[in-house]
Structure formats: C-alpha cells, structure tokens
C-alpha cells in the first residue's frame, strides 16, 4: 500500500495537471476545515501512531463527550530518536513534498537548503504558518488540565482565601451596600440560591467564582449594565446562578476544542478564556434584552441558554468570537462612525436647507 501512494504522489508532483487539480483539492479541504495540509498529514501519522494521552475531564457534563473529544493529542515520553524511527517514511516522503510546492514556505525552504540554517528555528516558522501555532497547541491542553482543576476545586467556607474573593464580588456588585453577615438572604441581590453562595459552586467549583470576579472586576460597565438588566422586574434572572452557567459552557468549549482557534488567535492564557467568558455573558445579557414582545421570565431560561449556546457554537465554528474588549471596541468604534455619518448627513440637510432659502 505504501509503494502504491508513493507511486499516486510521484505522479501528481510530475505532472503539472495532476498538480493544478490537488492543489484546487487542497484549498477546498483548507477552507472547509481551516487546517492546512502539512498539519492534517501530522495530524493523521499522529492518530495511526497512537501518540495520545487522555486527560481526565471529571465534570457533570462528560456524559456529552465523546471518546474522541476526551483525548488530547498529546505526544508520548519519547525520545527524539525514538519519535523520529517511528514515522512512517510515506509521511516524510508527503512533508516533504509540502514544504517543497508551497509558495507560503519559499524562505523556510530555503533556510532548510542552508547548511547554516537552526532547524528548530524554521521549523517553528513552518509550524506557525501551517495552523500548528508553535508551543500555543500545547499551551492550550495546559490551559485546559489549569481550568479544569479550577473548576474541581470546592469552595471551602473555612479559607479565607475563598471568603475574600466572594466578598470581592460582593462589593464589585454592590459597593454602595453593606453585607449584613456572612450567612444573609442578601446574597439573593446578586443572584444567588440561598443565604450561603458556598452550595451554588458545587458544579463548577472555584472557577465559577473567578470568572464571576473577574468579569464584575475588569469590565465594570458591562457588569453593571449585565447586572442592572438581571433586576429587572419582570425579564429578570439571578446574575450569580446565570454566571456559573456561563462558566459551564464556557469550559465546555475549552473542553471539546471548539476554543482552539480563539486561543491561538488571542493566546492561549486565563486572560485569554476570561475574556472570552466576559464576551459570553455580554451577549448572553443582550440576546436575553433582546426578547421584548413579549418580555423573556426566569422560566424561559432554560429554552433561551439552549439558543443562545447554539449560537455561540456557530460563532466559534465561524472563527467570530473574540475576547469582549475587543468586541467592545469594534462597537465603539462603529458607534463613532455612525455619529460621524449622521452628523455628515445633518450638514448636508442643512446645507441644502439654507441654500434653498436663499434662492426663495
């Protein structure tokens, strides 16, 4: 079989046809999975090799995993030489060729030609270029096993580290209002259960309380304007109970590799996933305001979060979610432009208004 692919290769490569036609193939394959070939040919040796290791995601929701999404390519403890034996010389053989016919890598080749050349340096370039993005692809499982023992991670009432970060959020909400004890139905203002918040992140753990703090904290206004719209007194719903919410789709993402090409775009970081959860409930507040006719009740949520999560995974497959203050400054600045356009069109009506009266 494998004399028979080198001889199909051979011949696409020597026939300027046959390699006018792959190429049209390839870029259709590109531009429906967004990989190029180089990383699918790696990709592919890497799953006949076996080189997984699975990462334990012990969380309510892995029942909706499947067997493949709870495996991260992740390559064994080999070594170099050992890793190097065990690659089939067919999937050499077609790297090369890649590298040699892609007019994206016309300088790393010729570095490659270059007895001179740092071989881990182009092949860093050559990575990068081709969709592998470098370390950020095992940055990224990295940010998955951190977030994911955040979220494992109880909340424990008897550390005081846990305590201050609960009051933080406490204040960042309502700074103008004093926390009569620590056990109080006053958590109810901010959306919790019950008179004690520590029961509402059991599902999601520490982490829920993070992005909670970390949004109420870094974006304030759209924290307070999120919040404001949660008190409302018929569409409202409990901000703190939505948030850990959040946060489970959030991770949920992170999880199944749908995040992947947000963080090799944006880093692959917790400032990076903290911001995409500030985008999500961002939105999440807009799309729920945007119901008006009729107005949304606490009873619709759970229909609601179902469209609105199908929608976030449309986005994410259409590569259009970003970090909110991003989003929030490609808002302002269409605000801008659209002041600027109408106040132009005011000049203009007034222009033709004067002149008209001075013609009559």
């Known amino acids: 079989m494998t004399l028979f692919w080198l001889l199909v290769l051979n011949r696409i490569y020597q026939s300027p046809v046959l390699l006018a036609l792959y190429k049209f193939y390839k870029t259709c394959v590109h531009l429906t999975t967004m990989t190029s070939e180089l990383y699918r040919i790696s990709n592919a040796a890497a ?44 999937v050499v053989y077609r790297i090369d060729r890649s590298i040699l016919f892609s007019k994206q890598l016309d300088a790393e080749r010729r570095s490659l030609e270059n007895a001179s050349g740092q071989l881990d340096e182009v092949a860093d370039m050559i990575m990068a270029k081709k969709g592998f993005a470098g370390s950020k692809k095992s940055e990224t499982y990295v940010l ?40 109080t139905q006053q958590w109810a203002e901010i959306g919790f259960q ?120 449309k986005e994410l497959m259409r590569h259009k979610a970003m970090p909110l203050s991003e989003w929030l400054e490609q808002r302002r600045m269409e605000q801008e432009e659209l002041q600027q356009q109408q106040q132009q069109q005011e000049d203009v009506d007034n222009t033709y208004i004067n002149e008209k009266q001075h013609v009559d």
């Open 194 to 313: 019950g008179n004690d918040p520590a029961t509402d992140f059991r599902g999601m753990g520490l982490q829920g309380l993070d992005d909670l703090v970390y949004y109420a904290t870094t974006h304030t206004d759209s924290a307070q304007r999120t919040f404001s719209s949660s008190r409302h007194p018929v569409s409202w719903y409990p901000f703190a109970i939505v948030g850990i919410n959040i946060t489970q789709c959030a991770v949920q993402a992170l999880r199944t590799r749908q995040m992947q090409y947000y963080l090799y775009k944006y880093g692959a970081d917790k400032k990076a996933y903290s911001e995409f959860y500030c985008y999500l409930y961002h939105r999440f507040n807009d799309f729920w305001i945007s119901h008006e006719q009729p107005r949304l009740t606490v009873m619709d949520f759970e229909m609601i979060f179902k469209e609105f999560k199908t929608q976030i995974n």
């Open 144 to 183: 998955t096993i951190q977030i994911n023992e955040r979220a494992h991670t109880k909340y424990d009432s008897t550390n005081s580290v846990h305590e201050q970060k609960l009051l933080k959020l406490w204040k960042a909400l309502m700074p103008d209002t004093e926390l009569e004890s620590r056990l």
């Open 47 to 90: 799953h006949q090799l076996g080189w997984y290791n699975e990462l334990a995601f012990l969380s309510n929701d892995d029942s909706e995993l499947d067997e493949e999404q709870e495996k991260s390519p992740l390559i064994k403890s080999l070594s170099p030489q050992e890793q190097e034996a065990a690659i089939p010389p067919l």
